[in-house]
T-cell receptor, first 116, second 113 residues
């Protein structure tokens, strides 16, 4: 079966611009989570969506937003990009949400965002 | 607040030997799940093993086993018969209430031939 698809794989943006990243989960998975991975901070939780509802949000500024569509595909948007937003953004899907995710996440390959 | 701690930034192991990667956690949730993921240099995160907080037995998946000591709040990953392909970053993770999974800082494992 198809895995989690993240597009684009690589992105270079200028400070002050905005960017939209896309994630298509595994068919049948209703939960999508987003993480920011940097060498210094590790994997930081951004938000989790389940059936189009945001269930939780991490400690990121309001410039980071997301949404989930009825087909479970999800997008995240970062406005007014800063140099510190350069990171690997990972999307993860799972069948259920919260403590029921005993099957573990299936991750996408990530989007490498570079802000110059 | 939930917290995951991995105190070993890097580990070396000889090929075919076993290695233990440490993970301690902190949570006030009575129900939670513990996970280990592998991230090779290619970047993709790979789910390895899961342990539920109410599971009585330690989880095993092939060469991976999770040494779960609930009272000590530890969930160490044991890899038996290490292979060169096991060289990667390994992350311990936990979920509970709040619909999010948090990750530790990771341990980089180097397998020597």
């Amino acid at each position: 079966k198809a895995g989690v698809t993240q597009t684009p794989r690589y992105l270079i943006k200028t400070r002050g611009q905005q960017v939209t990243l896309s994630c298509s989960p595994i068919s049948g998975h209703r939960s999508v989570s987003w993480y920011q991975q940097t060498p210094g901070q590790g994997l930081q939780f951004l938000f989790e969506y389940f059936s189009e509802t945001q269930r939780n949000k991490g400690n990121f500024p309001g410039r980071f937003s997301g949404r989930q569509f009825s087909n479970s595909r999800s997008e995240m948007n970062v406005s007014t990009l800063e140099l510190g937003d350069s990171a690997l953004y990972l999307c993860a899907s799972s069948l259920a949400s919260g403590a029921d995710t005993n099957y573990g996440y299936t991750f996408g390959s990530g989007t490498r965002l570079t802000v110059v | 607040a939930q917290k995951i701690t991995q105190t070993q930034p890097g580990m070396f192991v000889q090929e075919k030997e076993a290695v233990t990667l440490d993970c301690t956690y902190d949570t006030s949730d009575p129900s939670y799940g513990l996970f280990w993921y592998k991230q090779p240099s290619s970047g993709e995160m790979i789910f390895l093993i899961y342990q539920g907080s109410y599971d009585q037995q330690n989880a095993t998946e092939g060469r991976y086993s999770l040494n779960f000591q609930k009272a000590r709040k530890s969930a160490n990953l044991v890899i038996s018969a290490s292979q060169l392909g096991d060289s990667a970053m390994y992350f311990c993770a936990m979920n509970g209430g709040g619909f999010k999974t948090i990750f530790g800082a990771g341990t980089r494992l180097f397998v020597k031939a």
